[in-house]
C-alpha cells in the first residue's frame, strides 16, 4: 500500500503545475485523498481534500479559485491542479489517503519525500 507523489518543480509566480498522487495496492476511489503542504520553517498543513463522492473540502482559503482537485480512476491517481501560482505556495507538496478527510488530516503517520514546489517572483 502506498502513495507516490509527483509534478513538482520551479515554476514562476503565475504559473501552473499539475501534481500527482499515484496509490499502488488498493484502489484509491474508495477512500478521501487530502494535499498537504509544508513551508520551510512552517508545520505541515491541510491544502485541500477530495472525498470518495468527489466533493472537494478546502482546508486553506488562499487557494480556493486557484487549486483544484480530482480523480483518475482509471488511473488510480487524484491530481492538484494548481494555478496562478504564488511564492507563499512554495513547500513540500504530500499525499495522504483515509476513510473520511478529517481522519486523514487528524491521523499521524509517517511521510515520504513529497514533492518540492518552489514559485519564484
Known amino acids: 500500500v502506498q502513495l507516490q507523489a509527483s509534478g513538482g518543480g520551479l515554476v514562476q509566480a503565475g504559473g501552473s503545475l499539475r501534481l500527482s498522487c499515484a496509490a499502488s495496492?488498493?484502489?484509491?476511489?474508495?477512500?478521501?485523498t487530502v494535499w498537504f503542504r509544508q513551508a520551510p520553517g512552517k508545520e505541515r498543513e491541510a491544502v485541500l481534500c477530495?472525498?470518495?463522492?468527489?466533493?472537494?473540502?478546502y482546508y486553506k482559503g488562499s487557494v480556493k479559485g486557484r487549486f483544484t482537485i480530482s480523480r483518475d480512476s482509471a488511473e488510480n491517481t487524484v491530481y492538484l491542479q494548481m494555478n496562478s501560482l504564488k511564492p507563499e505556495d512554495t513547500a513540500v507538496y504530500y499525499c495522504?489517503?483515509?476513510?473520511?478527510?478529517?481522519?486523514?488530516?487528524?491521523?499521524?503517520?509517517?511521510w515520504g519525500q513529497g514533492t518540492q514546489v518552489t514559485v519564484s517572483s
Open positions: 495522504a489517503a483515509g476513510s473520511t478527510c478529517m481522519e486523514t488530516v487528524r491521523t499521524e503517520r509517517s
Open positions: 495496492g488498493f484502489t484509491l476511489h474508495y477512500y478521501a
Open positions: 477530495l472525498t470518495s463522492t468527489d466533493n472537494s473540502i
